[in-house]
């Protein structure tokens, strides 16, 4: 546990906990973890207000992370845990790189191989789970893990539909078989694919030479709040109103 997150330190910018962000993704890839997408954080224009956001923020996830599924469900070990927490969240796997400033759901969505549903766990080593955004991005984005489902693949067909559907659709937490709480694709900046859009600008204003590339993976936001979890808890999302299944995912 951190007993004083670096932003009480005068100076520790948006700038500076990129720059801790890019060394950690140093160190990590020396020591042979291959970083394989970003996890976004603060999907939510009302907070951008509240903390004097410009945009949305990101940290990087790794190879030894990110993991699928078998078939719908899946188990999950998480080791040295502090405070853990679950978010539902839909998954893209880029296939062209997102370049532009300017793009629309659609055209995000014409950058995308296939979308999941996937489970984030978040651990924060930040006493109360209080933090800004300049912490978030210094600590790898709270990420701990991400469990990615069953695959939906993108064809040029679909996006329409795509477009409507996931600002829309709704899922329905439930933690051992007992309901929790149901969220929204609107929950993640009024769609997981305005979010994606909105990651892929944000990226390429701050590092244009290094924008969002084919082969990433990107964690588009939370659906719902995120629900404090730990080992032998059993989380099921429900999906209604698109085409994925549910996800079930055991904590071990």
């Known amino acids: ?32 973890h291959k970083s394989i997408g970003r996890k976004v954080g603060y999907a939510n224009k ?37 405070s ?43 006493p109360a789970w209080k933090f800004q955004p300049s912490d978030f991005v210094a600590s790898f984005g709270l990420h701990a893990a991400l469990v990615i489902g069953e695959k939906m693949q993108i064809q040029p067909d679909l996006i329409p539909n795509l477009v409507g559907e996931l600002p829309r659709f709704k899922v329905r937490m439930l933690k051992n078989g007992e309901f929790v709480e149901e969220g929204s694709g609107r929950n993640s900046l009024k769609s997981p694919a305005l979010c994606l ?38 989380w099921t999302a429900v999906v209604e109103g698109i085409s994925l299944p549910s996800l079930t995912l055991r904590l071990t």
């Open 84 to 126: 853990l927490k679950i978010e539902p969240e839909i998954v893209f796997g880029i296939k062209h790189p997102i370049m532009n400033q300017a793009i629309d759901a659609a055209l995000a969505l014409a950058s995308v191989e296939w979308l999941a549903l996937g489970f984030e766990i978040i651990d924060c080593p930040f």
């Open 46 to 82: 009302a907070m951008w207000r509240v903390l004097k956001l410009e945009t949305l923020v990101w940290g990087h996830m790794y190879d030894d992370t990110v993991h699928y599924a078998n078939g719908n469900s899946a188990a999950l070990t998480v080791t040295r845990p502090r």
């Open 197 to 234: 859009a909105e990651l892929g600008a944000a990226i390429n204003r701050r590092f244009p030479s290094h924008p969002l590339g084919a082969g990433e993976i990107v964690s588009s936001g939370t659906l719902t709040a995120g629900h404090p979890t730990g080992k032998g808890d059993l």
């Open 1 to 32: 546990m951190v007993e004083s997150p670096p932003s009480n330190r005068p100076g520790f910018s948006l700038d500076a906990a990129y720059a801790v962000e890019a060394k950690l993704q140093q160190f990590r890839e020396a020591a042979g």
